[in-house]
């Protein structure tokens, strides 16, 4: 029996979660984290989906755009799910690479018949007003020129709540994470629908 359903699974439209420490669970049980959420979330809703994890703590946009090919081949994913960025913004690099980096991201993911979304990150103003402007405005011109769906910030419901994440300030702990996926679910779900009817 659990070798039909294995193969079930195996069989499945895939989604890759492709990010950062964000989304690979650092500093936490990989049980608790949100892309593990994600997967009973859409089994609950009744998709077929196999979600991927494919996420790398430390990952950069640069680093990601150079993984994503194999990662494309490999999966073959029906959905792609680019989380990435933030580690360019606490590097201070430049935005405009960052914004080329994830538009190629999700072209390549397009061009191999992947519907793309893009869960987008701010960082403090501390970097300077104008620096992270134009870092969290990357993400909707990205968006814009691509026609892939976006999540504006990803943090946004717990970013004001010190007790949300590690004693780092910077990464997520377990109980964020159920409030994470509430968050980013009415932007994915459309996603793993038209995956589905299709």
Not at 11 to 35: E, M, N, Q, T
Not at 48 to 62: D, K, M, W
Not at 73 to 86: A, N, T
């Amino acid at each position: 029996m659990l070798a039909a359903q294995t193969a079930v699974a195996n069989d499945a439209p895939v989604a890759l979660i492709f990010g950062d420490s964000l989304s690979a669970a650092y500093g936490i049980p990989r049980d608790d984290g949100w892309v593990h959420l994600l997967q009973q979330r859409v089994r609950q809703a009744g998709y077929p989906h196999r979600i991927v994890n494919a996420s790398v703590s430390g990952e950069t946009t640069a680093g990601g755009l150079r993984r994503l090919p194999a990662q494309l081949e490999r999966h073959r994913p029906d959905i792609l799910i680019i989380e990435l960025g933030g580690n360019d913004g606490l590097r201070g690099q430049p935005t405009a690479a960052m914004t080329n980096n994830l538009e190629s991201m999700v072209q390549l993911g397009q061009a191999a018949g992947a519907r793309v979304a893009l869960l987008g990150m701010r960082i403090p103003s501390n970097y300077g007003p104008a620096y992270a402007q134009a870092f969290h405005q990357s993400y909707a011109d990205v968006a814009e020129a691509t026609g892939a769906a976006l999540l504006p910030f990803f943090l946004e419901p717990i970013a004001l709540s010190q007790d949300a994440f590690l004693p780092d300030g910077i990464h997520p702990n377990a109980g964020a994470q159920p409030r994470l996926l509430e968050h980013a679910w009415p932007a994915l779900q459309p996603l793993f629908k038209s995956s589905t009817t299709d």
